[in-house]
């Protein structure tokens, strides 16, 4: 962790005080704050894989070497319902690609040395990503990647170790309602991405061919099966974007109905469902 | 075993899957819809894993407290919570609702 700081030579400060730069103590503090909230959320996965029948090392070790949470439940909860190991690692692995891409867009912001870069990697997920895109200048996202990831990877090993050895003591998990704590994960992590209706048609559509296959195919494939949903809805979409040329820019529509006009954020319910 | 099997697959393969990112060349992934389809896996995966397990158990498919454990996480997120309290509600609603023999 004490690597990351080959800095440059006693460059000009990229941050003039005052002008939209940001100071380094308020970087810090954004990063610990992502880091300390998501971090002490490794005590629901301790707990979860425990619960899921999985020993306190393994646990640990998944913690350690995969060190990206929705790819952690994925997996423990495929183990759980007694997937084949290889169907479940490889549900865990589709959900992991994402950071691949976050990593594309952090590779040119931080501008990493060859060298660092695969230690840089194994801290590559949502969290360090959000807070390392929230930086002004170079210097800062450095500095916010660098103590998000510490900070993260700490807390998650430690209160990953900390749930498996609570969950124990616990006894039965489901009578804590524990169970409840993965799914919840998942929704958490789904509800930002829900922006349009490409996503929420995805997401309609995997629930319910996941709802239709389980009965019927083994345990872990029925995720599987869900993901072609992505390709799915991005295939239709082509096809009706081919169809209606959109009209550019503001319509009549938006004049006579000024109400209607820029609400992003103005999401109808219950479509997730 | 198989679950080592299944850590290791998966520990590879997520690092991998990182590393990939900060080593390719800016632009080899950039193509549009690579990217679309990237951004629109995980919300296909997350919605399927957040169905399966709250309404099922092994084959069976049912609604059960984890459902109402879901509902408050929902409630949790429409008032703009923080990560842990979405969760904390969730499990606080499922233990209540088995509590009281649901």
Same mark, same amino acid.
């Given at each position: 962790?004490?690597?990351?700081?080959?800095?440059?030579?006693?460059?000009?400060?990229?941050?003039?005080?005052?002008?939209?730069?940001?100071?380094?103590?308020?970087?810090?503090? /954004?990063?610990?704050?992502?880091?300390?909230?998501?971090?002490?959320?490794?005590?629901?996965?301790?707990?979860?894989?425990?619960?899921?029948?999985?020993?306190? +090392?393994?646990?640990?070790?998944?913690?350690? +070497?995969? %060190?990206?949470?929705?790819?952690?439940?994925? =997996?423990?909860?495929?183990?759980?319902?007694?997937?084949?190991?290889?169907?479940?690692?490889?549900?865990? %692995?589709?959900? *992991?690609?994402?950071?691949? %891409?976050?990593?594309?867009?952090?590779?040119?912001?931080?501008? &990493?040395?060859?060298?660092?870069?695969? =230690?840089?990697?194994?801290?590559?997920? /949502?969290?360090?990503?959000?807070?390392?895109?929230?930086?002004?200048?170079?210097?800062?996202?450095?500095? *916010?990647?660098?103590?998000?990831?510490?900070?993260?990877?700490?807390? !998650?090993?430690?209160?990953?170790?900390?749930?498996?050895?609570?969950?124990?003591?616990?006894?039965?998990?489901?009578? !804590?309602?524990?169970?409840?704590?993965?799914?919840?994960?998942?929704?958490?992590?789904?509800?930002?991405?829900?922006?349009?209706?490409?996503?929420?048609?995805?997401?309609? =559509?995997?629930?319910?061919?996941?709802?239709?296959?389980?009965?019927?195919?083994?345990?872990?494939?029925?995720?599987?099966?869900?993901? +072609?949903?992505?390709?799915?809805?991005? %295939?239709?979409?082509?096809?009706?974007?081919?169809?209606?040329?959109?009209?550019?820019?503001?319509?009549? /529509?938006?004049?006579?109905?000024?109400?209607?006009?820029?609400?992003?954020?103005?999401?109808?319910?219950?479509?997730?469902? | 075993?198989?679950? !080592?099997?299944?850590?290791?697959?998966?520990?590879?393969?997520?690092?991998?899957?990182? &590393?990939?990112?900060?080593?390719?060349?800016?632009?080899?992934?950039?193509?549009?819809?690579?990217?679309?389809?990237?951004?629109?896996?995980?919300?296909? =995966?997350?919605?399927?894993?957040?169905?399966?397990?709250?309404?099922?158990?092994?084959?069976?498919?049912?609604?059960?407290?984890?459902?109402?454990?879901?509902?408050?996480?929902?409630?949790?997120?429409?008032?703009?919570?923080?990560?842990?309290?979405?969760?904390?509600?969730?499990?606080?609603?499922?233990? *209540?609702?088995?509590?009281?023999?649901?």
């Amino acid at each position: 962790m004490a690597t990351e700081q080959t800095a440059p030579p006693p460059a000009p400060p990229e941050t003039p005080p005052g002008t939209g730069g940001k100071a380094d103590a308020a970087v810090v503090r /954004d990063a610990l704050g992502v880091g300390v909230a998501v971090g002490l959320s490794g005590f629901a996965f301790g707990v979860t894989s425990a619960g899921s029948g999985l020993s306190l +090392l393994q646990t640990c070790a998944l913690s350690l +070497l995969v %060190f990206t949470g929705a790819s952690q439940f994925a =997996l423990v909860g495929a183990l759980a319902a007694g997937g084949n190991p290889l169907t479940a690692a490889a549900g865990a %692995f589709f959900l *992991g690609t994402r950071n691949a %891409f976050y990593g594309l867009r952090l590779s040119q912001l931080l501008a &990493l040395p060859r060298a660092l870069r695969p =230690l840089a990697a194994h801290w590559v997920i /949502d969290e360090t990503t959000a807070v390392t895109l929230a930086q002004p200048t170079r210097r800062a996202a450095r500095i *916010g990647f660098t103590v998000t990831g510490a900070t993260l990877y700490l807390l !998650w090993n430690l209160t990953t170790l900390a749930g498996a050895l609570g969950a124990r003591a616990l006894g039965d998990t489901g009578a !804590w309602g524990l169970d409840a704590a993965s799914p919840a994960v998942f929704l958490a992590l789904l509800a930002p991405m829900l922006k349009t209706t490409t996503e929420r048609a995805t997401a309609a =559509l995997a629930v319910a061919v996941v709802l239709v296959l389980l009965p019927v195919l083994p345990a872990g494939v029925p995720v599987l099966g869900a993901a +072609l949903a992505a390709p799915l809805v991005l %295939f239709l979409k082509g096809r009706g974007d081919n169809a209606p040329a959109p009209a550019p820019g503001p319509t009549a /529509d938006d004049i006579t109905h000024p109400g209607r006009t820029g609400e992003p954020g103005n999401s109808p319910k219950g479509q997730a469902r | 075993m198989n679950v !080592w099997i299944a850590i290791a697959a998966t520990a590879l393969g997520c690092y991998l899957a990182k &590393l990939l990112g900060l080593l390719v060349p800016a632009g080899a992934l950039d193509r549009s819809l690579v990217k679309r389809l990237a951004a629109l896996l995980p919300v296909a =995966l997350l919605a399927a894993l957040t169905a399966q397990q709250t309404f099922s158990t092994g084959h069976h498919v049912l609604i059960d407290a984890r459902a109402a454990g879901l509902a408050a996480a929902a409630v949790a997120l429409l008032l703009r919570a923080p990560f842990l309290v979405i969760v904390a509600a969730a499990v606080l609603a499922t233990a *209540g609702v088995r509590a009281l023999g649901g």
